[in-house]
């Protein structure tokens, strides 16, 4: 598998990499235990502090993991690791070792006692802003306080989920950064 | 401008439309003024109801438009509209009637007051579900009430916001569906 080398990266401008909607992994620590999910519910909600929400279904074993330790990291993936993400998000945590099953290696973050997927284009460690609405709507906010990111590509290749297995494939860039005004760019 | 030959859609299958993070226009009517807003910070939260949340900055016009009438449609566009959107994203409502400037066509909805825009592939009608995270984050929860999807094509040419002037076009599918489980697609 491809091995990144990876910067620190400031988080004020992660929504490069999030904002365009990919299939993100989610890696969790609590008590002894490390797992991963495959997700694709989330959106940025700002820029500084950098807080980016997610939908966790409550039946995923992450759920609790999270909830409890109040950390993750948001790690992204590029197409070579497609396969991998579908593995992950069709099986339980409850009876996989996802890293050991999906031979992902798990390194230690700055911030956060959840591990970085070593194999992602871009790692983004995660503390809980608001746990508000977790209870209510499943709704996790969190403030991103560490990012790693690869030095290169630039724009890394994510894949982006249409449901019933299909998957879109991030395409070409367009630049019209002369049609914004300065302000709104 | 291109016109889609729209029908009703399944509110519970929307996602493959909006996971995918695409950027969206925002549609809103308020007293008597129609507005558009240009979005990219958004998820889908929930399949039955149809549930879908989007930041919306509280500077932007849209923003009383939407937060006082409690409704707005969420339109998609594709790439042929790209300039449109960056227009859009670059002026007011406060100034500017965005419709005409930009040559976008305002069509009545079923069950809401803001207008679908008709050039769209897609429009999605939204009642506010919960507005409980508007004044602490200026996030809507939105349940989709109608959807208007064009009949073809089945996957549309999408555009996704990275900052700073640049935008990813979504690219091609992969379809992993045999390597799901029927209950996880």
Redesign the interface.
Known sequence: MRRFHKLDFPVS?I???L????IVLVSSAWQGKINIMTM???????FSPA?F???IWDENHSFEMIRRSKQCVINLPTTDL??QA??I??CSGRTVDKFAEFGLTPAPGEKVEAPLIQECYANFECRLA?GG?IA????F?WEVVQAHVAASPR?PET???????????????????????PE??
């Open positions: 401008e929504r490069r990499f904002e365009p909607g990919p694709g519910w989330h959106m940025m909600m700002g807080l929400a997610c939908y497609i396969n579908v593995g998000g069709n608001d609405q209510r709507h499943n709704l906010i724009y894949f982006h989920y249409r449901g019933d297995g299909i998957f879109m494939i991030s395409g070409r860039s367009i630049n019209l950064r002369r049609k914004f005004k709104r760019l």
